[in-house]
């Protein structure tokens, strides 16, 4: 399949995102905004095909282009178009792939190997680099100020620890990918080699909800995929996450907080706790919101008043939903959430009929995550929710998987 220098300019760009996290915050808008230019440029250029995907855009724009409308009825303006910028992802990710040139689509999934190895390795490099930096200008208890650090004082680099812990799941994720379609002992060792890394890394910075989900996740992608070195490499990462979660007291503490939800005096600031009492507001107000919601810009507000009433803590901290389910409620009301869940629909049928598990389970992974953090609501969390779930569905629904399986065999035969 030859393609021309354009939709190569295209393709180089669309793998370098993969590299997103080893990246500092402007470049990323940059690669995005390379993304868009090629797209237009492909639009305009004789020679590049492009059949446009409507149900990809309306589907995976509908709930940004609601949060929009119901800046008609929010109050709180100035924080609406603050919310509305942050979330762009969610409508320039679907329409973008949708317009992706035809050549470059049918391609992907072929290639979707190298995509998943620069994305490791870049996850894999980032964790090493953080620490490197934290410890030649720190030198503290790691549990304690890693995660501080990579937070606050890394500059450009910054990214709060349960974005970080996410990308490290979702390395973890592809690699198994990886691992089922390859028979290079080379390949095979490095990939366990990264995974024990970020591994490592993700119990660090002790982040129950991605280490969680990342297992439940694997286990539908080991399942689907029925290949016996996934199994084996996500026991040995639920054995390494278990066996430290049992042994190290700070990272026990951590957990055990999952086995005393409704048993804890409110006044006690864990994250468990808080999310609990946090849930209690949620379900009080979330009659109110109704089919519309309280409207992008006055969501957090709503919350607020009811913290105020049952929750000083919280008042004080100001916390979001830690649900992004919730959150959508209260910002474009059961509708928001039916034009959501149809996304992830329309997505998963796609690509369940071509075999694109792997995709299904990372989307599953954020899923889960959404249950107890607003990811959408922040540049790390909703760019890379809304580039992987758009990009994967085009790369394994545009190519008939016996096409895809022929042309593994001959990457395999040529990395042997």
Not at 1 to 28: D, G, Q, T, W
Not at 220 to 228: D, P, Q, R
């Amino acid at each position: 399949m030859v393609l021309n220098r354009l939709e190569k300019s295209y393709l180089y760009v669309c793998l370098v995102a993969f590299a997103m996290p080893i990246l500092p915050n402007f470049l990323r808008n940059v690669v995005i905004a390379g993304i868009a230019v090629l797209t237009i440029f492909c639009l305009f250029d004789k020679k590049t095909k492009t059949k446009f995907n409507y149900k990809l855009s309306i589907f995976g724009s509908s709930l940004y282009i609601l949060y929009a409308v119901s800046m008609f009825y929010t109050e709180n303006v100035d924080v609406g178009f603050k919310k509305l910028e942050t979330g762009v992802s969610l409508i320039v990710m679907p329409l973008l792939f949708s317009f992706m040139p035809d050549v470059v689509k049918q391609s992907l999934r072929s290639k979707i190997h190298i995509f998943f190895s620069i994305f490791i390795t870049s996850v894999t490099l980032a964790f090493i680099v953080f620490f490197c930096i934290f410890w030649e200008h720190y030198g503290m208890s790691l549990f304690q100020h890693f995660p501080t650090v990579i937070d606050n004082d890394l500059g450009p680099y910054n990214i709060h620890p349960i974005y970080l812990s996410m990308h490290g799941a979702i390395a973890i994720l592809m690699s198994l990918h990886l691992l089922s379609r390859t028979k290079s002992a080379k390949v095979i060792i490095i990939l366990i080699v990264s995974n024990i890394i970020i591994a490592a890394f993700m119990l660090i910075l002790i982040k129950k909800g991605p280490i969680l989900s990342l297992i439940i996740a694997g286990l539908y992608y080991v399942i689907s995929a029925g290949n016996s070195k996934t199994w084996t490499v996500l026991g040995l990462i639920a054995l390494i996450f278990a066996s430290v979660i049992i042994i190290h007291p700070k990272v026990n503490s951590k957990f055990s907080e999952l086995l005393k939800i409704g048993a804890q005096d409110n006044s006690v600031m864990s994250s468990t706790n808080i999310r609990m009492e946090i849930y209690k507001c949620g379900k009080e107000i979330i009659p109110q919101a109704g089919i519309l919601g309280f409207g992008v810009g006055d969501a957090r507000e709503k919350l607020l008043d009811c913290y105020i009433e049952t929750n000083e803590n919280l008042a004080l901290y100001k916390y979001n939903s830690h649900n992004q389910y919730l959150s959508i409620i209260l910002r474009a009301g059961f509708l928001g959430l039916l034009l959501f869940a149809m996304y992830i629909i329309f997505l998963i049928l796609g690509l369940k009929k071509n075999k694109g598990y792997i995709a299904i389970s990372l989307i599953l992974f954020y899923l889960l995550v959404m249950f107890s953090e607003n990811i959408l609501e922040r540049e790390n969390g909703v760019l890379y929710f809304s580039y992987f779930s758009a990009f994967l569905y085009v790369a394994f629904t545009a190519a008939r998987p016996s096409e895809v399986e022929e042309s593994f065999r001959i990457n395999e035969k040529m990395s042997d």
